[in-house]
């Protein structure tokens, strides 16, 4: 089991910076994935980021060049630097790992508001 806590959302103004963070705990030694999704009011969940055992990183199109995921190497922490926000990057924003086939784990969630 793993264990995953998210920290750092907010409301900001557009163009505005927030950092997230995602605490993982218990069985994280065979973590191969880490990554962030959200979720818009009315929308699918839909992948922001993520982080490939290696260190290749993917990002959703909507936020490339404007948003970076990071992780420490113990893989017990996961990042999201998320600059010039927009108010569509509104939503709850999820924290995401993988620890083998089927093995999904999900943190509670944090909000992000983007509004002036």
């Known amino acids: 089991q793993v264990q995953l806590v998210e920290s750092g959302g907010g409301l900001v103004q557009p163009g505005g910076s927030l950092r997230l963070s995602c605490a993982a705990s218990?069985?994280?030694?065979?973590?191969?994935?880490m990554g962030w999704y959200r979720q818009a009011p009315g929308k699918q969940r839909e992948l922001v980021a993520n982080?490939?055992?290696?260190?290749?990183?993917n990002y959703a199109d909507s936020v490339k060049g404007r948003f970076t995921i990071s992780s420490d190497n113990a893989k017990t922490t996961l990042y999201l630097q998320m600059n010039n926000l927009k108010p569509e990057d509104t939503a709850v924003y999820y924290c995401?790992?993988?620890?083998?086939?089927?093995?999904?784990?999900w943190g509670q969630g944090t909000q992000v508001t983007v509004s002036s």
């Open positions: 982080i490939i055992s290696g260190g290749r990183t």
């Open positions: 995401h790992v993988r620890s083998g086939p089927a093995l999904d784990y």
């Open positions: 218990g069985s994280t030694f065979g973590i191969y994935v």
